[in-house]
């Protein structure tokens, strides 16, 4: 049974940072693409970033290039996401998501397999 587990959202000032952890139980991140959502009240689910299988190539959202950086650690069988410079706009919860292809894009079809979220609220 494939899990994914994310955690250490929360409150954060904004130009604050947060480092998001997802906890993969199931399949091998190395072995997946691997990425980022967020979901916006009243908005649709969007990718932030991605990671490809094995080789590493990352894509990020043109919102959060140079302020956010996915990676992972193959040896834990972990991703992340590092964010800095947080904006309210950045405000939303995030999901972790995998699919056994190559690459993962922006669209949620193509995700086979979720995290149950954890919430970020960027506020002063």
């Known amino acids: 049974q494939v899990q994914l587990i994310e955690s250490g959202g929360g409150l954060v000032q904004p130009g604050g940072s947060l480092r998001l952890s997802c906890a993969a139980s199931?399949?091998?991140?190395?072995?997946?693409?691997m990425g980022w959502f967020r979901q916006a009240p009243g908005k649709e689910r969007e990718i932030v970033a991605a990671?490809?299988?094995?080789?590493?190539?990352?894509d990020y959202a043109d919102a959060v290039k140079g302020r956010f950086t996915i990676f992972r650690d193959n040896a834990n069988n972990m991703v992340y996401l590092q964010m800095i410079s947080l904006k309210p706009e950045d405000t939303a919860v995030y999901y972790c998501?995998?699919?056994?292809?190559?690459?993962?894009?922006?669209?949620?079809?193509?995700?086979?397999?979720w995290g149950q979220g954890t919430q970020v609220t960027v506020s002063s």
């Open positions: 199931g399949l091998s991140v190395r072995n997946n693409a």
């Open positions: 998501a995998a699919r056994s292809g190559y690459k993962l894009g922006a669209r949620t079809g193509d995700v086979d397999y």
């Open positions: 990671l490809s299988r094995a080789g590493g190539i990352t």
